[in-house]
């Protein structure tokens, strides 16, 4: 079992930078890489970035790409994710996820993933 627990959500202006915190415990041996995830009102739940577990590997979706850095800090297994130039359009529940599948694989669909966190609500105001 892994246990995620995510934390830095807010309210925000558009233009504001925000980091989103993922602590993980457990079974934290087994991760083979993590994923930031976000759901809007009403739309599916997509991925905005990805990290494999040695942090030698990253995703971003388009839409975050040059604005978000996901990291990781291997002592204390947290995985962040920093936010600038945030968007009204970045509004949304983040969830961070783990994927406890093949090592050197970074998954991209939220059903490659098998625990996540309860979400943290980011809200950009324009």
């Known amino acids: 079992q892994v246990q995620l627990v995510e934390s830095g959500g807010g309210l925000m202006q558009a233009g504001d930078s925000l980091r989103l915190s993922c602590a993980a415990s457990?079974?934290?041996?087994?991760?083979?890489?993590m994923g930031w995830f976000r759901q809007a009102p009403a739309k599916e739940r997509e991925l905005v970035a990805a990290?494999?577990?040695?942090?030698?590997?990253?995703y971003y979706a388009a839409s975050v790409k040059g604005r978000f850095t996901i990291s990781r800090d291997d002592a204390k297994n947290t995985v962040y994710l920093q936010m600038n130039s945030l968007k009204p359009e970045d509004t949304a529940v983040y969830y961070c996820a783990a994927y406890m599948g093949r090592v050197g694989v970074l998954p991209i669909r939220v059903y490659d993933y098998q625990y996540w966190g309860q979400g943290t609500q980011v809200t950009v105001a324009s």
């Open positions: 457990g079974r934290t041996f087994s991760i083979s890489a």
């Open positions: 990290i494999s577990w040695s942090g030698a590997s990253t």
